[in-house]
């Protein structure tokens, strides 16, 4: 393991991207990481100078930057947070993880399974502790979260049988009027991709591997290219059938995942982050007061959120291990939402693992189906 990642030295972080995602949520995470561990945010970079100069100064870091490969010669940060669009994801990752530097990258990941697969080709391996590079999936982590994986992967509430995936949000002409918004290059995909990732995200780190998938999704307010709406559903590998509805077209917003077990039904409700009082957990007839008791014990109250992700992030970085949600354990919420796409504009069932190199929706997740590439809704 490098000297300057042990635990007496600061690990270096650079954020690349200075806007509402970079302030609101990961220098807040930084900032409390901060007050627990050795860290230091050595530089930030940005496209537009006032920008960077301004979020420098705000945050009190020293370094601001308009160009990535110039800040990794000078500040060899250790841990890179990407907070750009969408598109950039793929260059930025692979340049950042060729300069030596761990990377963090806000969802969505990046706009196909074959950038991903570049993304991962160019990670150090476990013989050399990384560098890796993983995904801000931060709804995985929470005690909320932890009790309940644990609970369902020990089989304490019997096997799980029937889940709902629910992203229904709201969101008007004015966020889209941001210019990388609703168009299949620069963002990947609509809500599916871009909004409901996170709790499909979930819901496969709660029940592991899906098998297959059908869906349809539809353009039905927005003149964007992506959909504006989806529906699915999905077999998982341990038999479980799933329904997943992804919208931003919802005035009455949430954020739903509900499992029924054979001896309980697990369900979430909230919005953008979960507390163990968002759980809720219904046992069936016959179970006893006690063995319910138990189940709802969640611990301490860790809510769902970025500095929970960091933190563990963090960690792994000091011990070169792979972290949580990068390699295969990233990629898998990249090809679900994938195989959602092709199963909805083809009209055909999607297995698990059949879309690689050659099919048309591993390059583009919208497989440059006849409507929707890359053409806007009249």
């Known amino acids: 393991m490098p000297a300057r990642t042990s635990h007496q030295q600061p690990i270096r972080v650079a954020i690349v991207g200075t806007g509402a995602i970079a302030r609101g949520s990961h220098l807040p995470a930084l900032a409390a990481l901060t007050a627990e561990q050795p860290l230091e945010i050595v530089a930030a970079v940005d496209v537009s100078a006032d920008s960077v100069a301004a979020f420098c100064a705000d945050a009190g870091i020293a370094h601001p930057y308009t160009d990535l490969d110039l800040m990794l010669a000078e500040q060899r940060p250790d841990l890179v947070i990407l907070c750009t669009p969408p598109r950039f994801h793929r260059d930025q990752t692979v340049t950042a993880l060729r300069a030596g530097a761990w990377v963090w990258c806000e969802k969505p990941p990046c706009p196909s399974l074959e950038d991903f697969d570049a993304i991962e080709a160019a990670e150090g391996g476990a013989e050399t502790g990384g560098p890796y590079a993983a995904i801000v999936f931060q709804h995985r982590f929470g005690s909320g979260s932890h009790q309940v994986r644990r609970l369902l992967a020990e089989q304490a509430m019997g096997r799980p049988l029937v889940a709902h995936c629910q992203t229904t949000w709201y969101r008007d002409e004015a966020y889209y009027s941001v210019p990388w918004r609703g168009s299949w290059s620069s963002e990947g995909g609509g809500p599916a991709m871009g909004h409901g990732i996170h709790q499909m995200d979930l819901l496969l780190d709660l029940l592991g591997p899906w098998s297959e998938i059908r869906a349809m999704a539809g ?39 509900r499992i029924d077990c054979e001896r309980a039904t697990v369900e979430l409700t909230h919005l953008y982050g979960h507390r163990n009082a968002d759980w809720r957990i219904t046992p069936a007839p016959g179970v006893s007061p006690e063995q319910a008791a138990d189940w709802r014990d969640f611990g301490a109250d860790v809510p769902s959120s970025h500095e929970a992700q960091l933190r563990g992030l963090l960690d792994d970085l000091r011990a070169g291990r792979r972290p949580r949600s990068s390699g295969a354990d990233g990629r898998t919420s990249l090809e679900l939402v994938a195989a959602l796409y092709k199963a909805a504009f083809t009209g055909h069932t999607v297995r698990a693992g059949e879309i690689g190199p050659g099919d048309p929706y591993y390059s583009a997740l919208h497989g440059n189906a006849p409507g929707w590439a890359p053409e806007p809704a009249a």
């Open 219 to 257: 353009r039905l307010v927005h003149a964007v290219e992506t959909e504006d709406v989806s529906t699915a559903l999905v077999r998982f590998e341990n038999g479980a059938l799933a329904t997943v509805v992804n919208s931003v077209l919802s005035p009455d917003e949430v954020s739903r995942i």
